[in-house]
């Protein structure tokens, strides 16, 4: 999809910005006379494994005879050597010598530095909004996807104290994923607006309970469970975002629930869904939950079911 002139003059206008950023940073950085890209070379051959004059030109994607021109003015200044390869004698590995890491921890050093200057004034909220960009921004143009082997349970918060802007940012979540993944127009969203506002009304935390999962301090998986009576619950709002689906956040924030449900002494717990949401289905079914009562209905833009599911909980 072509992007339109809009975006490109947005694109265009971070890109003067942060190059005026890195250029004012690289004139401290560079004191030793390296360019920007000489800089990047010696960080790669200094952190990547059984490093190659190939390798190097696919990570960097600098011109190979403007990387041979570096790899030799490397050598003359002795910061790197070369090894032949065993396995391939037309192959040579790359590696720093003494001198070379000497240097490289002196650059880190002096980057560490700038950045830190950097970001220095900011409150520590705003550092991190600046750091979560610039990684959201590196896993886009990289074709990443954030639920990537990389991440790990140690990567997701879960907590269940609510925060000003969760519920805001919980409707707008919502609104947007089940647009895209179902095509309910603007009523369910509205339904959802109304939903909150009702539970934020009478919200009692001693019988009501929301389970959020985050990421990087953003909000990627919900469920709630609201006390109807003194022996039965509703569980609502259960929402996964797709980027993050596999990685078992809807089976904990399920258990999460049903473990609050048990805690207070609810006896039964009961949903309201479609039949358009087979995936959160499948998991109600293994989490225990039976269907118990289906009906016809049009509306958010939609011909579907909904459907009530229930589930007895014992001690």
Not at 27 to 40: C, N, Y
Not at 74 to 99: C, M, N, P, Q, V
Not at 139 to 145: A, C, N, P, S
Not at 264 to 292: C, R
Request: some cysteine; proline content about 2%; overall charge neutral.
């Amino acid at each position: 999809m072509s992007a339109s002139p809009a975006l490109i003059k947005e694109v265009r206008q971070f890109n003067r910005f942060y190059t005026g950023v890195v250029g004012l940073l690289n004139q401290h950085i560079l004191d030793s006379r390296l360019s920007l890209s000489e800089v990047r070379v010696l960080y790669e051959i200094g952190h990547m494994e059984n490093c190659t004059a190939g390798k190097l030109i696919e990570r960097t994607h600098i011109d190979g005879g403007y990387l041979s021109r570096i790899v030799k003015a490397f050598e003359k200044e002795g910061w790197i050597t070369r090894k032949k390869s065993a396995a391939d004698g037309r192959t040579y590995f790359l590696h720093l010598s003494l001198k070379g890491k000497k240097l490289l921890d002196s650059l880190d050093e002096k980057s560490n530095a700038e950045i830190g200057q950097l970001l220095h004034p900011l409150p520590e909220a705003q550092q991190n909004t600046v750091a979560s960009a610039m990684k959201k921004i590196q896993q886009v143009l990289e074709g990443e996807h954030p639920a990537s082997d990389d991440i790990t349970s140690s990567d997701i918060v879960f907590r269940e104290q609510l925060l000003p802007g969760d519920v805001g940012y919980l409707i707008y979540l919502h609104g947007q994923l089940y647009a895209k993944e179902t095509g309910y127009n603007l009523e369910f969203e509205s339904y959802v607006c109304k939903t909150f506002h009702e539970f934020l009304q009478s919200y009692n935390p001693g019988k009501d309970r929301l389970f959020l999962a985050t990421y990087q301090e953003q909000i990627i998986g919900a469920v709630a469970i609201l006390g109807s009576s003194r022996h039965l619950a509703q569980l609502r709002w259960f929402l996964v975002h797709p980027d993050f689906r596999g990685l078992g956040l809807g089976k904990k924030l399920l258990t999460n629930a049903i473990d609050f449900c048990r805690e207070k002494n609810y006896q039964k717990v009961y949903l309201l869904t479609t039949s358009m949401q087979t995936t959160a289905i499948d998991l109600y079914k293994k989490a225990g939950f039976h269907k118990t009562g289906e009906k016809y209905l049009e509306m958010w833009g939609q011909h579907l079911y909904e459907q009530r599911y229930e589930l007895t909980i014992t001690n």
